[in-house]
């Protein structure tokens, strides 16, 4: 997969859908009534590294992250208890190789908030990663329609 097909994917199967890109990060978020600011992102594509997260390599040629925010209790079924907020050095605690390609896993500053990720997911890893992005996308919306809860 790379990132035009995964973009491709979330256009046809999440209606909207606003997406915003800029400086090597495409996101996406539930914003039906394209209110300026409203919208509740669900998901995001990151292609370059940045001072606050560059663990992932991302400078690597061809070389992406997909992000997505899960429940709470998906994230535990798939690593475990959340991890505490990043540190000084602004990452997460984990025994992960970030820059591991095409493996699911926590996200290396946000899985605190329940973000998962995977590096240039291949066809097996995507098909795995659908329904996380249909809860990704569930949660938005429920988000969108309560701002209040949480």
């Known amino acids: 997969m790379d990132e035009a097909a995964i973009t491709q994917y979330l256009a046809a199967n999440f209606a909207g859908l606003q997406v915003n890109?800029?400086?090597?990060?495409?996101?996406?978020?539930?914003?039906?009534d394209s209110v300026p600011a409203a919208g509740v992102y669900f998901a995001?594509?990151?292609?370059?590294?940045?001072?606050?997260?560059?663990?992932?390599?991302?400078?690597?040629p061809g070389v992406f992250r997909l992000?997505?925010?899960?429940?709470?209790a998906t994230y535990q079924r798939l690593f475990g208890p959340l991890p505490p907020r990043p540190g000084d050095d602004g990452l997460i605690e984990t025994t992960h190789d970030f820059a591991v390609l095409d493996r699911l896993m926590p996200h290396p500053v946000y899985a605190y908030l329940a973000w998962v990720c995977v590096l240039n997911p291949g066809e097996a890893t995507f098909e795995t990663v659908k329904p996380l992005l249909a809860e990704a996308y569930a949660l938005a919306q429920s988000r969108y329609a309560h701002p209040s809860r949480e």
């Open 21 to 32: 890109a800029a400086e090597g990060v495409t996101s996406f978020a539930y914003n039906p």
């Open 67 to 72: 992000n997505l925010g899960v429940t709470e």
């Open 44 to 60: 995001t594509l990151k292609s370059k590294d940045d001072p606050n997260d560059d663990v992932s390599e991302l400078d690597r």
